[in-house]
């Protein structure tokens, strides 16, 4: 079973950066960051390959902002995020695939989710 805890959200002002952690444990194929906005829906932000092979795929929303990355070392996923905008404020959720990696920033590929961080960028 894969557990999944992020942590690193907090408050900051239009054009700073933060780093988002997410600690994992247990065996998974691929991951990917989703954002949810107040009262919107889950949407994927960014996927990498589990392994760390293959190209990160990002949502046209945040290319040449955010990039993920992964430590296997420390079995932690990062979300560095930079010049952030309000509209990137809401809830950032660490999510995994546990099979057949699918690159996709679908929430119904996704099998395990974590807790989730709350990121406020204020204008």
């Known amino acids: 079973q894969v557990q999944l805890v992020e942590s690193g959200g907090g408050t900051v002002q239009a054009g700073d950066s933060l780093r988002l952690s997410c600690v994992a444990s247990?065996?998974?194929?691929?991951m990917g960051w989703f954002h949810q906005a107040p009262e919107k829906g889950r949407e994927g932000v960014a996927w990498v390959s589990a392994s760390g092979g293959g190209t990160p795929y990002y949502a046209d929303s945040v290319k040449g902002r955010f990039t993920i990355s992964l430590d296997n070392d420390k079995n932690t996923l990062y979300l560095q995020m930079k010049d952030l905008k309000p509209e990137d404020t809401g809830m950032y959720y660490c999510?995994?695939?546990?099979?057949?990696?699918?690159?996709?920033?679908?929430?119904?590929?996704?099998?395990?989710w974590g807790q989730g961080t709350q990121v406020t960028v204020s204008s």
């Open positions: 999510a995994a695939q546990v099979s057949r990696c699918i690159m996709s920033l679908r929430a119904e590929r996704y099998n395990s």
């Open positions: 247990g065996s998974r194929t691929c």
